[in-house]
């Protein structure tokens, strides 16, 4: 026993055993069942070309990617302990976070990671772009990464609009604008005004679009509500579906792209 | 100082900084195997620093550029330049190695040789999350993140400007109705990318950097995030004050600016400049001619380009996703055209049927 380290103790316990099904990853065949036997390092294969493996091939924007999103589940979360999302509320319970949860730096890390975020899935989107990884026969791979790309700037816009301030509203306003001019489905747009039935006008401001989106005819407490659920529950659950599609897929596709 | 910084002013106004940005470009495009080597992108840095400094020399651009909702855009500036410059650099070998017969880096044995996930990707990941912790974390306690007053649907601030992410559309409201640079310019934003894979039927370049294998594919590409997108987001962000009036790095914001801007529809120009007559009653009549270039510019500008460049896509990719590819460019480039239509002509509307808030 005394002339072996206190690493090789521990893990010789029943404990860590009963964790870890693996000796040290000192040879080949408990190196790929540290990989294969663990549900997060799964998602990984248990060799890949080295060209894949390079910072400078990948930069690692994809991985990067996930890693701020999930760091903003996780902040998220904790913001959500402090936060009711009713006109009354929501404002002073941003007020009261920044006042007096000591050492509060979870709503820096969700504003600025969700700022982050866009940046690393255009740069990722840059990089999968420059190396043609699009090509057959991962076309529709770049295709879920699209539909991730709007998800993504969608989270961070419904999130925008959570602190209930002056840049909140007004920033929303602006953006929920656009959608009062969708051609035929929004009131301000293109061919609403065709679409009547004698005096009966079928789009206005009261059912097209932009209304559905706000839950009201400009930015109030239904379009808080709405933003809330859609931040924090409904687009997290597609982006994180889509995140699993995307990763089997990136393994399917036969791994990270390299010369044929 | 006080001379150059007004040059600067003007210099950055849209028409002159836009047309700089295609300028450059066109050089990146062009010379990209001297801009990618190292020599060339220590220059660059070298030469830019002073600049850059100079520039937050200046109270207002600090303001600015400080605030901290703009920091995320320095980021984005910054890692565009670097990303930008490190894929010209890795393309740029590559092409050399191609032309002299030789495989891409990325097909030479030692890299394709199959390496163990650990430690060799875990360790990497590892590091990547470490340095994006202490990066975030830093940023986080470095800069407050923003509350303003509270909401007040009664008052508006001037400039009200969306997430910045969105500035580029928010930008394109200067020269497109909003159904335009809201609604449509964004879906085929999104269709025309998820279309790429299927159009670009070229089997070169899968899975190395390289430009010459590429060239078409990489230079639209590069248009559109580049000098479009990336582009008005800085405009739209830094150089955008109230009533979306432009402003020079270096200028105040001061509310009072007045631009006299007297932009006219075409069918203004010709009925009225032109043929001296009255604006017909009859809309279609009224707007013919605007209708009339819409249907040129996609039919027998797209057929001019078809005979002149695209016969040899054509034929390599067929009928569907050739006409469908070239839609989509002409349409990417109505863009910088009403730009510049509106700089040249103050054109307002090529075809403006408010009646039916129908305006191109
Ligand atoms: C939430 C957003 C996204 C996440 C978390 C994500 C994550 C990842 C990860 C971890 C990889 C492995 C390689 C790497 O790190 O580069 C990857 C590969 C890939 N991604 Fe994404 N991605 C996202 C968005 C996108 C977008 C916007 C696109 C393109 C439009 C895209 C297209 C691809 C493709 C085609 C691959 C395979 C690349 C190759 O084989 O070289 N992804 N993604």
């Known amino acids: 026993m005394s002339d072996k380290s206190i690493v090789d103790q521990v893990r010789e316990t029943q404990v860590w055993k009963s964790i870890f099904r693996h000796g040290p990853p000192n040879n080949a065949r408990n190196r790929a069942a540290i990989v294969a036997g663990n549900v997060f390092l799964h998602l990984h294969p248990i060799k890949l070309k080295k060209s894949g493996v390079q910072l400078g091939y990948t930069w690692c924007m994809g991985g990067l990617t996930f890693f701020i999103f999930l760091s903003l589940t996780v902040t998220g979360v904790l913001l959500m302990f402090y936060y009711r999302p009713t006109a009354e509320y929501a404002f002073n319970d941003i007020v009261a976070l920044r006042e007096h949860v000591p050492l509060g730096i979870m709503r820096e890390i969700h504003r600025w990671g969700a700022h982050a975020m866009v940046i690393t899935v255009w740069l990722h989107m840059f990089r999968v772009f420059m190396t043609g990884s699009y090509k057959p026969p991962r076309e529709f791979n770049w295709g879920v990464g699209v539909i991730l790309l709007v998800l993504t700037l969608l989270l961070s816009f419904t999130g925008y609009l959570l602190p209930w301030d002056q840049l909140a509203i007004w920033a929303i306003t602006v953006g929920s604008n656009m959608a009062k001019a969708t051609p035929f489905l929004g009131h301000g747009g293109p061919g609403a005004t065709l679409a009547q039935i004698g005096d009966f006008i079928l789009v206005s401001d009261k059912n097209d679009v932009r209304f559905q989106l706000l839950g009201g005819r400009f930015v109030g407490e239904p379009a808080l509500l709405r933003f809330y659920i859609l931040h924090c529950v409904f687009i997290p659950l597609v982006v994180g579906v889509l995140i699993a599609i995307h990763f089997w897929r990136v393994r399917k596709d036969g791994g990270i792209s390299a010369p044929l | ?360």
Not at chain 2, 150 to 179: R, S
Not at chain 2, 189 to 203: F, K
Not at chain 2, 220 to 232: K, S
Not at chain 2, 303 to 319: N, S, Y
């Open chain 2, 1 to 360: 100082m006080e001379a150059l910084k007004e040059f600067v002013n003007i210099l950055s106004g849209p028409q002159y900084s836009f047309t700089l940005t295609l300028i450059m470009f066109y050089l990146l495009m062009k010379y990209y195997r001297i801009i990618g080597t190292k020599k060339f992108a220590w220059g660059f840095v070298i030469l830019m620093t002073p600049v850059y400094l100079w520039f937050m020399s200046d109270d207002v651009f600090r303001t600015i550029i400080a605030t901290p909702d703009n920091i995320p855009i320095s980021i984005l500036l910054f890692s565009v330049f670097f990303f930008t410059w490190l894929t010209v650099h890795k393309a740029a070998i590559n092409d050399e190695r191609i032309e002299a017969g030789e495989c891409p880096i990325e097909g030479l044995p030692e890299n394709r040789e199959k390496v163990w996930s650990w430690p060799n990707l875990v360790y990497n990941e590892l590091f990547v999350i470490i340095a994006g912790t202490i990066f975030l974390i830093v940023w986080a306690i470095i800069f407050k993140a923003p509350l303003e007053e509270p909401a007040n649907p009664t008052w508006a601030p001037n400039p009200a400007k969306a997430p910045w992410y969105f500035l580029g559309l928010q930008e394109m409201l200067v020269y497109f109705d909003p159904w335009m640079a809201g609604v449509v310019l964004p879906v085929f934003i999104i269709i025309g990318l998820v279309a790429i894979p299927y159009i670009d039927t070229n089997p070169k370049g899968n899975g190395y950097y390289t430009f010459s294998e590429r060239k078409m594919a990489i230079s639209c590409f590069m248009f559109g995030w580049l000098v479009l997108w990336i582009f008005l987001i800085i405009i739209g962000t830094f150089l955008r004050g109230p009533n979306w009036t432009f402003y020079g790095p270096f200028e105040y914001w001061d509310f009072h600016k007045v631009v006299a801007e007297a932009n006219i529809n075409l069918s203004e120009i010709i009925w009225i400049k032109m043929l001296g007559t009255t604006m017909p009653s009859n809309l279609i009549v009224r707007e013919i001619f605007g209708i009339f270039v819409i249907l040129a510019y996609f039919g027998i500008s797209g057929a001019m380009i078809t005979k002149k460049w695209g016969q040899d896509i054509l034929e390599k990719t067929g009928k569907i996703r050739y006409y469908f590819f070239l839609f989509l460019v002409l349409f990417m480039a109505t863009l910088p055209i009403k730009m510049y239509l509106r700089w040249l002509f103050t054109l307002k509307y090529i075809v403006a049927l408010p009646e039916w808030e129908l305006n191109l």
